[in-house]
């Protein structure tokens, strides 16, 4: 009898002797978590430890009473069965049953909200789009076309109905199809708000639709369902995940680029998200104080001249980096109390390093194109309603001259030929190194900032095709369990990059062409964290601040719904 056929079978025979019932804590879409007690009549003396078995395979060992079980399928059944080691007897023993659980669907616990023009083609023109945490909305923007696009996943086969709740009376239909396509029946609208009772499969993924047309009128929209005649809820997040019009499916990037934005700001935040956090500064204290502290710098940042060039790689470094801050800083700040006094100051900086410095490139280190890349482009998504014809030209012209002909240089091999030499200078654009999630991820962001502004669309595309590619060898990297070879000081400069340019892609695009479902990168979060505490060291060339704040594992936890991270 082989050992696998064995296992199966020493589990099933030994299921009278069971002494604790194992329990799942939690799931994600990429992880199980775990639970158990101490085995009936032992104390924790008693246990020497415990073998976690997935099926007939065993995936930990660990002396505690829990575990997680990770780099799971998305949206697939597993089953778990745990032994325990006696002390006194000497023997592995059976601790539970089989339990079986079923992971989540990938990128649950998110919608996708979009807008367009009142008089826009359906589905086309999209003035903008956010991922939201609820699967409700407020119309914060006036005379536009709503439309809150998610796929529904109920984990229980029954009937259930559906529900429309708005504040004030406006104008709702809301859609639901029979499969994951967007070609929804009509099953609820403003003069019939309530759905009559319609069966659901379980871990069946059904395309749900609630449009909206919002007027001059700040109104709540939002869905219930009921399940069964249980009383009638908001259908909890964790049901839910975002439409992705691709699917799942590979896709070109012209073909992505046909539903891009076609507004600004597009790059990470969007007008709707300004508009939100507008109002959260007046509503919630400790959004009013962190604002506050960001203003604090802005105003600083008010006193201080723009950027003057000076020559030499790491110094050039240094000031693209203050580019980013100054541009992210004065960018937000206006977009939140629109005083064009930010706006014009965030300018002066643009108009400072696309004019007064020759190039952005110093050897061979195109750290400083990719900074100053985005520096700029955020700076001028951010504030590209305040300038004129002649401002923008100038910008997007700087970012040609000085970045994405460099850019283009590089991934042909014409500038910085690969060499033999040892090094990651020449080998960016396919390096396993920092170096790959920065320039890539910049020039990502920048190229999308750019997109319809100018004649070069298909460069662009060549530029964002590359880097796509490029990132995904980087991200190899992390496969299988999350660790990383790079120290926590560089884990941090690459998720600032990496996963900028995933929000700035699922913002103006609709979609992160499933580069966040790489191996290893949903749990690799916690491993950066394990590495992390109260006391820094040098370590890996990256002397490491004692307190490390990387809020770009707040939007990981957010895709990955790791709501206890």
Not at 71 to 80: A, I, V
Not at 505 to 533: C, I, Q, V
Request: hydrophobic share 40%; net charge neutral; proline share 5%.
């Amino acid at each position: 009898m082989g050992t696998t056929s064995f296992l199966v079978l020493f589990f099933v025979l030994s299921s009278i002797l069971c002494s604790a019932e194992i329990r799942v804590s939690s799931t994600t879409a990429h992880t199980v978590s775990l639970e158990w007690d101490l085995p009936s009549g032992t104390s924790a003396a008693d246990v020497a430890g415990y073998h976690i078995y997935r099926l007939s395979k065993q995936v930990g060992t660990t002396v505690q009473s829990r575990f997680t079980d990770t780099n799971l399928t998305p949206n697939s059944s597993y089953q778990y069965n745990i032994t325990w080691f006696n002390k006194k007897s000497g023997k592995e023993e059976v601790l539970s049953d089989v339990i079986s659980t079923r992971t989540r669907n990938s990128g649950v616990g998110r919608v996708l909200l979009e807008w367009s023009p009142l008089n826009a083609e359906k589905y086309k023109n999209i003035n903008g789009r956010e991922y939201l945490t609820s699967p409700s909305f407020s119309t914060l923007l006036s005379y536009r076309h709503y439309r809150l696009r998610a796929y529904i996943n109920p984990t229980v086969t029954g009937t259930y109905s559906f529900l429309i709740t708005f504040s004030l009376y406006e104008f709702c239909e809301l859609y639901l199809s029979e499969n994951d396509q967007p070609s929804g029946i009509l099953i609820a609208n403003t003069t019939k708000p309530q759905s009559s009772p319609i069966n659901l499969r379980a871990y069946q993924k059904y395309y749900l639709e609630l449009f909206v047309v919002g007027g001059v009128r700040e109104v709540e929209v939002g869905i219930q369902w009921q399940a069964d005649k249980q009383p009638m809820v908001p259908i909890p997040i964790e049901y839910l995940s975002p439409y992705d019009r691709f699917n799942g499916r590979s896709v070109n990037i012209t073909e992505a680029f046909e539903y891009a934005t076609l507004t600004h700001p597009r790059l990470i935040a969007s007008e709707y998200r300004f508009a939100w956090l507008r109002t959260q500064v007046k509503v919630d204290p400790t959004v009013a104080a962190l604002f506050q502290s960001i203003k604090s710098s802005a105003d600083k940042i008010l006193t201080q001249s723009p950027v003057v060039y000076e020559p030499g790689p790491t110094r050039a470094l240094d000031l693209a980096r203050l580019v980013v801050t100054r541009s992210q800083t004065l960018g937000l700040v206006y977009n939140v109390i629109g005083n064009l006094t930010y706006a014009r100051r965030a300018w002066a900086e643009i108009e400072a390093v696309a004019t007064k410095w020759p190039d952005w490139k110093f050897e061979e280190i195109f750290l400083t194109v990719a900074e100053m890349s985005y520096g700029v482009a955020v700076g001028l998504d951010w504030i590209y309603n305040t300038l004129t014809e002649s401002q923008k030209t100038l910008a997007f012209n700087a970012l040609f001259s000085k970045s994405f002909n460099n850019a283009i240089g590089v991934y042909t091999g014409t500038l910085y030929p690969p060499k033999d030499a040892v090094g990651p200078f020449p080998y960016w654009p396919k390096a396993y190194t920092n170096w790959n999630f920065v320039c890539n991820g910049a020039l990502i962001l920048a190229s999308l900032a750019t997109y319809n502004e100018t004649s070069n669309n298909k460069q662009l595309e060549f530029i964002l095709e590359h880097a796509i590619n490029g990132i995904k060898i980087a991200l190899e990297t992390f496969a299988p369990d999350g660790i990383w070879y790079e120290s926590p000081g560089y884990w941090g400069y690459s998720y600032f990059y990496m996963v900028k340019a995933f929000a700035g892609m699922e913002s103006s695009l609709g979609t992160d062409f499933n580069l966040p479902l790489a191996p290893g990168l949903a749990t690799s979060m916690f491993s950066m964290m394990s590495t992390s505490g109260v006391f820094s060291w040098t370590y890996g060339d990256s002397d490491y601040d004692a307190t490390p704040s990387i809020p770009e594992l707040l939007w990981l936890s957010q895709r990955y719904s790791h709501v206890q991270s």
